[in-house]
C-alpha cells in the first residue's frame, strides 16, 4: 500500500477514538509535523465539506463527513485482505474500466480500486452506454490479478453481482434479483449494470476489471427516455438517499470477502449464491443472441458460466451471450 496522504492519516485518526475526539498534538506528533501545519489541514478539510468542531483543552471533534468518494473516508477502517489495496477516486473520468485497464497495463497491483463522481463515456454492455451523471451514483473498477487460467475469469462476474446485491440488502434491507450475465434488479427495474473487462493470452491472465455501476440516488429524470429496460435507483426503491460512502464501503467489504472465498475454493459457491439471487429459474425465457432469438425454459447455469435454456424439442441450448427476458 502507498503511505497515507496528511489527509488520510488525520481522518483514520478520527475514526479510530472512541468519542471522535483527536488532539492537535496527537496529529502533529503522528504527522511530524508543527500545529500550526496540523491547522491547515484541518481548514483544508473543512473546504471540503468535512465538519470539524474545534473544543479547547479537547482537540478537534469530527462532526460530519461529506458523501463524496474520496480514498481516505472509504479505506479509513476498512478491513479487506486484497480489494482496496489501493483507491484512486477522480472528478471526472473517460470510464473508470479503461482507467483500470490503463493502470492493469502499467503494472498496477491487484486489488487497486478506480472511482469517479461522473463518466464522459460510461460503457455498458455490447458497446452501449452506461449513463454516468455526477454527485448521485458509484461507478468503480477493481483491478484483480486472480491466479487463474483464461476461460476462469468469465465467472468473476457472477462474483460482482452477488456483492452487489448483498451490499445492497446491506445499506437498505432490499433484495434484488440477478439476471443473467450481469444486471441487477429490483422489482425487475435494472438498479445495478457489471462489465467485467480482461486482459490474458493464451494460459495467462493479466488482469481483470470488474466494473460496477450501482445507481444510488438517481433521479427518475436523470434516465434517459430512450432506455431499452426498466430502471430504478437505490433511492426511487427505498424513497431515501442512501450514502454513497456507506454503499461504497459495504461493497468493497462484501467484494473482499467473496474474492476471498474464490481464491480458497474456486467459483462453485459463488455461482450457487448468484443462482439462490435468480429468480428466471425454472421461468419460460427468451434470450436475444444477436439476429438469433431462443426460447425455453431456463434450467441454471453450466460450469462455464453460460445460461442453460431448454427449449420446447427438449435439447438444453448453452448461451454465452445475449439479453434475457421473460416470455
Ligand atoms: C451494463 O450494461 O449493464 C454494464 C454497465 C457497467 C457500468 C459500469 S460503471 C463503472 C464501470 N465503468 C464503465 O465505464 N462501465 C462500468
Known amino acids: 500500500m502507498n503511505n497515507p496522504t496528511p489527509r488520510e492519516t488525520i481522518l483514520s485518526l478520527f475514526s479510530q477514538t472512541p468519542d471522535g475526539f483527536v488532539s492537535g498534538e496527537h496529529i502533529s506528533s503522528k504527522l511530524g509535523i508543527s500545529r500550526t501545519a496540523v491547522w491547515k489541514h484541518i481548514r483544508n478539510l473543512r473546504q471540503a465539506g468535512y465538519e470539524i468542531e474545534a473544543i479547547p483543552s479537547r482537540g478537534y471533534q469530527l462532526l460530519h463527513s461529506p458523501d463524496v468518494l474520496m480514498p481516505e473516508s472509504i479505506q479509513a477502517g476498512l478491513d479487506c485482505q486484497r480489494v482496496a489495496s489501493r483507491v484512486l477516486c477522480f472528478d471526472e473520468t473517460d470510464s473508470t474500466n479503461l482507467q483500470a485497464c ?47 487460467l483464461p476461460f476462469e475469469a468469465p465467472k468473476l462476474t457472477f462474483l460482482s453481482a452477488v456483492a452487489v446485491c448483498r451490499a445492497i440488502t446491506s445499506c437498505t434491507g432490499l433484495r434484488p434479483t440477478v439476471k443473467w450475465p450481469n444486471d441487477i434488479l429490483l422489482n425487475g427495474a435494472k438498479v445495478a449494470g457489471l462489465l467485467n473487462e ?101 434450467t441454471g447455469l453450466a460450469e462455464d458460466g453460460a445460461l442453460l435454456v431448454r427449449t420446447k424439442t427438449g435439447k438444453i441450448e448453452s448461451i454465452y451471450a445475449g439479453d434475457v427476458r421473460l416470455a
Request: with cysteine; glycine share 10%; hydrophobic share 35%.
Open 198 to 298: 480482461m486482459s490474458s493470452e493464451t494460459d495467462q491472465v493479466h488482469y481483470v476489471v470488474l466494473g460496477i455501476g450501482v445507481n444510488l440516488n438517481m433521479r427518475a429524470d436523470q434516465f434517459p427516455s430512450d432506455l431499452r429496460y426498466p430502471a430504478t435507483s437505490l433511492a426511487i426503491a427505498t424513497g431515501q438517499p442512501v450514502s454513497r460512502l456507506d454503499f461504497t464501503r459495504t461493497l468493497l467489504q462484501k467484494l473482499d470477502a467473496l474474492y476471498q472465498v474464490y481464491l480458497e475454493q474456486g467459483s462453485e459457491p459463488i455461482m450457487s449464491a448468484w443462482t439462490e439471487l435468480c429468480d428466471l429459474t425454472g421461468k419460460l425465457v427468451q434470450v436475444d443472441c444477436n439476429d438469433v432469438q431462443i426460447e425455453g425454459t431456463m
Open 102 to 148: 490503463r493502470l492493469g497495463d502499467e503494472g498496477g497491483d491487484d486489488g487497486l480500486v478506480v472511482i469517479a463522481d461522473r463518466q464522459r463515456s460510461g460503457k455498458g454492455r455490447m458497446g452501449r452506454r452506461w449513463e454516468s451523471p455526477g454527485g448521485v451514483n458509484l461507478y468503480a473498477s477493481i483491478l484483480l490479478r486472480p491466479p487463474v
